[in-house]
T-cell receptor, first 112, second 111 residues
């Protein structure tokens, strides 16, 4: 079945850039998502990218998609302590495959 | 804005009790989902529903049941709670072929 892999932890210094990586196996993936989960809260959709795009930028967030390698990344510029959270990558096909497959989440720790 | 609410943020129950977790969404979404989240395991799908009175098993339905009598409400039922059901439970909803919106979660402890 489909699989989405992420590293479990990432530690960065405040002000640096963070890059969270994700790989997936389903070649029919059409939508790829990044969700953020702050401590004790639900998941919040951060951004998403269609599979026919290579890059999407939204303020401090940059999403890069390498469809050939099935690799997705989320770059956070000028990382702040408020960015400390768990980040989930998810992929979804279209039509009947409306249930996304989630990675296990990457815990981003931002230290001063 | 889409709003997904869950009946409790924290719940403590005893082994063997029947537990109801309620989820309500206010955006007329057809699809609703229940996940549990455990450290290192990510999100695991318990049940989902794509219409009123319709339900489908997810990856880990054992020990759980669901009810969807109204479009906006999706209930997760633990018939006889056990300690291995201690977890964070997340509800989500979506339109067909669209992204999911999540509730704040219910942290359930079974003693």
């Amino acid at each position: 079945g489909e699989d989405v892999e992420q590293s479990l932890f990432l530690s960065v210094r405040e002000g640096d850039s963070s890059v969270i990586n994700c790989t997936y196996t389903d070649s029919s993936s059409t939508y790829l998502y990044w969700y953020k989960q702050e401590p004790g809260a639900g998941l919040q959709l951060l951004t998403y990218i269609f599979s026919n795009m290579d890059m999407k930028q939204d303020q401090r967030l940059t999403v890069l998609l390498n469809k050939k390698d099935k690799h997705l990344s989320l770059r956070i510029a000028d990382t702040q302590t408020g960015d400390s959270a768990i980040y989930f990558c998810a992929e979804r096909g279209t039509g009947g495959s409306y249930i996304p497959t989630f990675g296990r989440g990457t815990s981003l720790i931002v230290h001063p | 804005d889409v709003k997904v609410t869950q009946s409790s943020r924290y719940l403590v129950k005893r082994t063997g009790e029947k537990v109801f977790l309620e989820c309500v969404q206010d955006m007329d979404h057809e699809n609703m989902f229940w996940y549990r989240q455990d450290p290192g395991l990510g999100l695991r799908l318990i049940y989902f529903s794509y219409d009123v009175k319709m339900k489908e098993k997810g990856d880990i339905p054992e020990g759980y049941s669901v009810s969807r009598e109204k479009k906006e409400r999706f209930s997760l039922i633990l018939e006889s709670a056990s300690t291995n059901q201690t977890s964070m439970y997340l509800c989500a909803s979506s339109l067909p072929d669209s992204e999911q919106f999540f509730g704040p979660g219910t942290r359930l402890t079974v003693l």
